[in-house]
T-cell receptor
Framework: NAGVTQTPKFRVLKTGQSMTLLCAQDMNHEYMYWYRQDPGMGLRLIHYSVGEGTTAKGEVPDGYNVSRLKKQNFLLGLESAAPSQTSVYFC?????????????FGAGTRLSVL | GENVEQHPSTLSVQEGDSAVIKCTYSDSASNYFPWYKQELGKGPQLIIDIRSNVGEKKDQRIAVTLNKTAKHFSLHITETQPEDSAVYFCAPGPLISSGSARQLTFGSGTQLTVLP
């Protein structure tokens, strides 16, 4: 009954360091998403994927890269972290082409860039 | 793209009172209007949604109303309880996720606090 699992839950980086956030879902969902959540700005879409091997840019893609090598996993990479990337990151997934566009979220990753 | 405004940003109510949160959107092509609830330390979770051909939907103490002409929809919570304290997000967008450029657009959130 895992749903969407994000690792790690917390991370502190120094400016310029790189890291990868992992999202895994066990619901056989086609679509996966990465959002960032900042105070007063809600959830902003970074990148998303409509299937294994495909990715697309969202509203705020700069400074991030993603990969979807396996259907159940969606990775978010920061190549050179900046303080502006301090945020809480959420991964979500959804079924494709069904009656309702419901997204299922993970518990989030809190990232601080010093 | 979709421009979403959510009001108020914070809302405090006494336990037992009602709470109303409003969401205004700009894209007339949006035909799906969900509300998500985010509890402290967790990810958002869908609590209620409505399609564009329906004006109102109710599920126990929560309801959503839609005014498609005016491009706004609202979340209504009656007989509020402490466990209703959370951040609420509206997320208008396409009813069916089809991989197009249009995705759900989340509002900026409303922090609801229910005072005992």
């Amino acid at each position: 009954n895992a749903g969407v699992t994000q690792t790690p839950k917390f991370r502190v980086l120094k400016t310029g360091q790189s890291m990868t956030l992992l999202c895994a879902q066990d619901m056989n969902h086609e679509y996966m998403y990465w959002y960032r959540q900042d105070p007063g700005m809600g959830l902003r879409l970074i990148h998303y994927s409509v299937g294994e091997g495909t990715t697309a840019k969202g509203e705020v893609p700069d400074g991030y890269n993603v990969s979807r090598l396996k259907k159940q996993n969606f990775l978010l990479g920061l190549e050179s972290a900046a303080p502006s990337q301090t945020s809480v990151y959420f991964c979500a997934s959804s079924l494709a082409r069904v009656a309702k566009n419901i997204q299922y979220f993970g518990a989030g990753t809190r990232l601080s860039v010093l | 793209g979709e421009n979403v405004e959510q009001h108020p940003s914070t809302l405090s109510v006494q336990e037992g009172d009602s709470a109303v949160i409003k969401c205004t959107y700009s894209d007339s092509a949006s035909n799906y209007f969900p509300w998500y609830k985010q509890e402290l330390g967790k990810g958002p979770q869908l609590i209620i949604d409505i399609r564009s051909n329906v004006g109102e939907k109710k599920d126990q103490r929560i309801a959503v109303t839609l005014n498609k002409t005016a491009k706004h929809f609202s979340l209504h919570i009656t007989e509020t309880q402490p466990e209703d304290s959370a951040v609420y997000f509206c997320a208008p967008g396409p009813l069916i996720s089809s991989g197009s450029a249009r995705q759900l657009t989340f509002g900026s959130g409303t922090q609801l606090t229910v005072l005992p």
